[in-house]
């Protein structure tokens, strides 16, 4: 098939307003808290305060006698309402290590929000007071909050399972056996870097809220969930409480944001559903901020060791990594899956031999489980290799940018079958990085720095970019069997053109603030020649969406919305045969433009999609074999990731007398194919953008060494605000996707993937006339300020 | 406890617990479900409503501290149907995504507006600082408040 | 979220307050704007057994100018402290360090009685009119007292406030046309300073107090003296933290809050001498 970029057409590529707005702007809108279910039971959860602690005994006699309190249970008392511990959906090894991880614990606590016991009562207000009037006994043992002490075995958290390690992978491509090390001990260049990849609190605004309703009979049950995963979760719950897949419906009202934290199924979820299944009465629950923080995964978690070898020109030799991936106390659903989801990506957009060695360890500690949170796996391998980059143009004294295009994968090389033998489909890595520079107005950065960066000033100004692609797209199921992915990457529509030609789009991805509904109804609209309001997206509940595998890794558009656009395609197909039938042709004689069909070269045969419709709905005149109705099902699974890649860069000023860093300006070029609706395009990059400063400037979830959570609720955890962080600026390019019709690739999470590196090496650029060469992650101005002593050995300039 | 709070125009009376709080009767009590809890420390903004005219977290007031007082909440702002330009601006220049901050930022930025009815890009920013998106990065919101003020 | 239960008593003057958390002794606290209070309630780490509501208790929301000195009542909002045309003209380093107050929905609601009674060596009013040298007029069943600044400050949310008294009133001596700045450093702007300083300076005399710096606000007395004595700014900002004794939390060790208060304290001064 031939692509082409987008030509203006009458509604792709417009900036349609969304039709999700106005009931979030009335406050119409239900978010799951927000539903009123009539004699619904509430659920609090008992958390435990230790990181690493035995249950001696759980004594609930006192809160039992709070009036409103129904009944309190414990792991123990809960063992029989599950068929199998929650789910880990990715054993990406063999003999990677699972700990068996129940709703509730049971004889033992393993991290601080561990959850002890469950209560409900007929009101909010009581299930809060019950959780004061508990009185457990532990016995408290050694936390392992470090990741390197946990990989030394010392104490082991899950005794049964003999080791800290769950797994440790490796991705070895070599042209020939050793060429790795051969690599590097021939180097003219080499730099060998550590980085830390901090805990990252997701803090989606809306806290994680359930309701779960039993039907009065016949033992279905109504999962309504603040999810990302409507259809993983309805197959999920299922089995972890040994029922039949089709008694359990999920529906995700309005979800308050995700970004990863709600692709899960959570402790909570099965609670509700098989306390509501006992007492048989609604359940429901939702967290408080301070618990969020530690009863809903976080992001990140990794110690990385990066090596770069490269010769005279600074052309990439080789590439060595190893990781030790953060699990936290339990796998859940992906957990073990997000460092390796990075592996591939080590070497970033640049073109090198087949000389790649990559190991990652992953092992367990006395904190929240981690999982997927807005880029997974892809920001910290992104971060890698661009600081690593930066470290070798340090070492080879050249412009890190002149570094970056001496080793660029060339337009002319796409599609490009990289070391790993992943096919880059498309892109122009150059083109967005000269545009990057042009928007920033580098020589005048420069010169600016020139001037400003003189010795003894106080205010420095410094610049920083990334060159990032990311693998996203979720993904060719295929792939993901070969990665022991328990799940597929299709995505399924169903496209149904109702009799007064009115358009239901069904879908299976779950969107959170994307807006899909939007999107869908553009594509559909296009595609049938329809307006866009004349098209319904249906979405995010199990029983009116029977098929789907949610919202995630980018996903929605380069598969679910590709698997719009076949379904359309479809539908077109079978009216052009009804068309034909009717019009007394043949159906090569027929073209369909604008929603209308009509014989080539006699423009008054014709007929409207809308009268083939309603043709289909009365089949008085359908041709021989042809079925009535108009609609078509489709299943897609992608042939490829997606790639979507571009170029970030900042400048800051950075005050050496507070270590304060002040974003002046962000531009970022980024390039997802063709762009559907660029007003959503460019608010993904805002939002992706902005979380990748927070995680370089501001955010940490700071742990002690015994394992409590220092920075427990937004006033510790520093979110920023908007007077915190800068304007952005957007820019684009497009290269269409060759592997799917609509040429796209997804956004979602390009903007977090680019944005860290961008904003640490510009403090360093900043700082580099003081020698600083390095900077930890979050860069708070009491960091930037000591790494500036240290370099200046503490003395005054 | 007995108050009587007039909210969106409406006369309310009820009876409840001191330690109820304002977002908590709003949702519950009332069953007005716009204004959204997004954390427990006041520092997000969700819960951002009117009161005498003023914007306020319901979330630090006890439904008590409000007996006798008028509250706006976002259900009271579209009048037959009709948004308020607030309201406009946000869908006009793509100010949320998820729309969970969104009431509290809306009711927010018309306070700022009645106290600054033509601020600069900063003071937007800045008047804004008690208020927390996840998923703009901020970029649209400070676009939507600007064209409401009529700026360019 | 949801605070332990407690009961709830309107006081409508600040007699019947005070006799009211008189019989309620150590149980009881006052409750004015609640947005110091009410934040610890929520996460339950304060759970008095009784509030007593004084924000309705009437004329106790005023800015006065009282001829040397404005006279502020103890339920002025923080937003009416930070507008005020009377503030702005006789105490603007008062005027600034209020527009700092969290943020504007806080600052509609918190009042600068409730910000000073709760005496948070984190608080920026505290620190302000410790600078200023103000005097806060208390009530208590004897009748009313004067407490300079300078001596209500015991320990961390510790003042001199007896549990029978209620601030009534903060007197703020006029600025009389000295510089002055208020230098917040933080990481966010809604968020606390990581150290503050408020600082005045008029022909050699200086007042100057630190945010963040104890258990209390301090007043950097070192370094004012030193002004007097005609030692340079860089030097004098050198002493900052004199008679501070920093904390070590998230945001900062005590030696980098050490560090900052030089720096902010030689920046507070060289804005306030221009």
Request: glycine fraction near 8%; proline fraction near 5%; hydrophobic fraction near 40%.
């Amino acid at each position: 098939m031939t692509i082409t970029e987008n030509k203006p057409t009458s509604v792709i590529g417009t900036r349609l307003l969304r039709r999700e707005d106005p009931p979030l702007l009335t406050g119409e809108a239900k978010f799951t808290n927000d539903l009123n279910i009539p004699g619904a039971l509430h659920l609090t959860v008992l958390r435990s305060p230790y990181a690493h602690a035995k249950i001696k005994s759980i004594d609930v006699s006192a809160a039992l006698k709070i009036a409103g309190v129904i009944a309190i249970y414990t792991g123990k008392d809960l063992q029989s309402s599950w068929a199998s511990p929650m789910p880990c959906a990715w054993p990406v090894t063999p003999d990677m290590k699972n700990p068996a991880h129940y709703p509730l614990a049971i004889d033992k606590v393993n991290y601080v929000g561990d959850g002890v016991a469950a209560i409900l009562a007929t009101n909010e207000v009581a299930s809060r007071d019950a959780l004061d009037a508990i009185d457990v006994q532990y016995e408290p043992l050694k936390a392992v909050v470090d990741l390197e002490d946990s990989l030394s075995d010392k104490n082991i958290i899950h005794t049964e399972l003999g080791t800290n390690k769950s797994y440790t992978w490796p991705l070895l491509v070599e042209e020939t056996p050793g060429c790795v090390e051969e690599a590097f001990k021939k180097a003219k260049y080499k730099v060998k870097e550590r980085y830390v990849q901090q805990r990252l609190i997701p803090m989606a605004m809306e806290p994680r809220a359930i309701v779960a309703v039993p039907q009065p009979f016949g033992g279905d049950i109504t999962l309504y969930s603040s999810t990302q995963i409507p259809h993983i979760l309805k197959v999920m719950t299922a089995l972890t409480l040994g029922i039949p897949e089709q008694q359990v419906r999920v529906v995700a009202p309005s979800v308050g944001g995700g970004f990863g934290s709600k692709l899960d199924v959570y402790a909570e979820e099965l609670l509700c559903m098989a306390l509501s299944r006992k007492h048989n009465a609604p359940v429901r629950w939702v967290e408080e901020r301070s618990e969020n923080t530690q009863a809903t995964i976080q992001g990140r978690g990794q110690i990385q060791h990066v090596e770069l070898a490269a010769d005279e020109n600074g052309k990439i030799t080789a590439v060595r990594v190893r990781i030790v991936g953060d699990m936290g106390a339990y796998l859940q659903l992906v957990t073990p899956g997000v460092p390796l989801l990075g592996a591939f990506l080590y070497a970033g957009v640049y073109d090198i031999p087949k000389a790649y060695d990559f190991e990652c360890t992953s092992v367990f500690t006395n904190l929240t489980p981690t999982d997927a949170y807005r880029g997974a796996g892809r920001p910290e391998a992104t971060y890698a290799i661009e600081m690593a980059m930066e470290a070798l143009a340090r070492a080879m004294k050249i412009d890190s940018f002149e570094l970056r295009k001496r080793n660029y994968i060339k337009k002319e090389q796409f599609p490009y079958v990289a070391f790993s033998g992943l096919t880059y489909d498309s892109g122009d890595h150059l083109l967005a990085a000269e545009k990057a520079a042009k928007m920033t107005d580098l020589a005048g950065v420069r010169a600016q720095q020139k001037k400003q960066n003189v010795p003894g000033a106080t205010k420095l100004l410094g610049l920083g970019m990334s060159s990032y692609f990311e693998m996203c797209g979720l993904a060719p199921s295929r792939v993901l069997a070969s990665l022991n992915y328990s799940a597929g990457g299709w995505e399924a529509a169903t496209v149904r053109v109702l009799p007064t030609n009115k358009v239901q789009v069904i879908t299976g991805t779950s969107p959170h603030g994307q807006g899909h509904e939007t999107s869908w109804a553009m594509i559909a609209a296009e595609k049938l020649g329809v307006a866009p309001e004349d098209v319904d997206v249906l979405h995010s509940d199990t029983a009116i969406s029977a098929l789907g595998l949610d919202t995630y890794g980018s996903r929605s558009l380069p598969v679910g919305g590709v698997a719009i656009a076949l379904a359309c395609d479809k539908v077109i197909e079978k009216a052009k045969t009804i068309a034909a039938h009717q019009l007394e042709c043949a159906t090569e004689d027929l073209q369909f433009a604008n929603g209308t069909f009509s014989v080539k070269g006699s423009p008054d045969r014709a007929l409207p999609l809308a009268a083939i419709a309603f043709g289909a709905f009365t089949a008085h005149n359908l041709p021989e074999g042809c079925e009535p109705n108009l609609e078509a099902q489709v299943s897609y699974d992608p042939p490829n990731f997606s790639w979507p890649f571009g170029t970030h860069m900042c400048v800051v000023e950075v005050d050496t007398e507070t270590g304060a860093v002040e974003i002046l300006k962000y531009i970022a070029v980024d390039d997802c194919g063709n762009q559907i609706n660029p007003l959503i395009v460019e608010g993904q990059v805002h939002g992706g953008v902005v979380q990748g400063i927070a995680q370089a400037l501001f955010e940490e979830a700071v742990y002690d060494e015994d394992g409590n959570l220092k920075s427990s609720n937004l006033a510790e955890y520093l979110v920023p605000a908007a007077c915190d962080v800068p304007s952005i600026t957007t820019g684009h390019t497009i290269t269409p996707s060759p592997t799917n019709q609509l040429g796209v690739k997804g956004i979602g999470e390009a903007g977090t993937i680019g944005a860290a590196p961008t904003v640490i090496s510009a403090i360093i650029d900043a700082l580099s006339g003081l020698g600083v060469t390095t900077m930890a992650m979050p860069a708070s101005p009491q960091t930037v300020w000591k790494t500036i002593q240290a370099a200046t050995s503490g003395g005054k300039k | 406890m007995k108050v009587s709070i007039t909210v969106n125009g409406k006369k309310q009376e009820a009876d409840v617990e001191p330690r109820t709080l304002l977002v908590h009767y709003i949702r519950e009590t009332l069953g007005l479900t716009g204004t959204n809890v997004g954390c427990d420390t006041s520092s997000c903004g969700a819960c951002t409503i009117h009161l005498d005219g003023e914007a306020v977290k319901s979330c630090t007031i006890l439904a008590v501290q409000a007996d006798g007082t008028s509250l706006t909440t976002i259900e009271g702002l579209a009048k037959d149907g009709v948004m308020h330009p607030m309201q406009t601006a946000f869908m006009e220049n793509h100010g949320l995504q998820c729309g969970y901050c969104t009431p509290g930022m809306v009711m927010a930025a018309i306070g700022l507006l009645k106290e600054n009815p033509k601020p600069t890009e900063d003071e937007v920013r800045m008047g804004l600082e008690g208020n927390l998106c996840r998923c703009t990065g901020y970029h649209n919101i400070v676009k939507s408040v600007l064209a409401a003020a009529g700026a360019k | 979220m949801i605070p332990a239960a407690f009961d709830y008593k309107r006081a409508t003057s600040a007699a019947e307050a005070i006799s009211l958390v008189s019989q309620y002794g150590s149980d009881a606290k006052f409750l004015a704007g609640g947005h110091s209070l009410l934040p610890l309630m929520k996460l339950r780490l304060a759970q008095p057994a009784m509030l007593i509501d004084i924000g309705r208790v009437k004329d106790l929301s005023y800015i006065k100018d009282a001829g040397s000195h404005l006279a502020i009542g103890a339920l002025t909002r923080h937003m009416d402290v930070e507008t005020s045309k009377v503030v702005h003209e006789h105490a603007p380093l008062l005027a600034k360090a209020a527009s700092h107050v969290g943020d504007s929905q806080v600052r509609h609601r918190g009042t600068i009685g409730g910000s000073i009674a709760h005496a948070d060596p984190a608080s920026d009013l505290p620190a302000t009119t410790l600078a200023l040298g103000a005097t806060y007029v208390v009530q208590g069943p004897k009748g009313q007292r004067e407490i300079a600044a300078s001596n209500f400050y015991k320990g961390f949310l510790e003042s001199d406030l007896a549990a029978d008294e209620m601030l009534v009133e903060i007197r703020v001596p006029k600025m009389q046309g000295a510089g002055w700045s208020f230098q917040k450093f933080n990481r966010r702007a809604q968020d606390w300073a990581i150290v503050g300083v408020a600082a005045w300076h008029r022909k050699g005399e200086a007042g100057v107090a630190l945010v963040n710096m104890g258990s209390t606000p301090i007043l950097a007395t070192s370094v004012a003296n030193a002004i007097a004595k005609g030692a340079s700014i860089s030097d004098a900002a050198a002493l900052a933290s004199n008679e501070a004794d920093p904390q070590s939390d998230l945001n900062a060790s005590s030696d980098y809050r050490k560090h900052l208060a030089s720096v902010l304290v030689r920046r507070a001064l060289e804005a306030a001498s221009k």
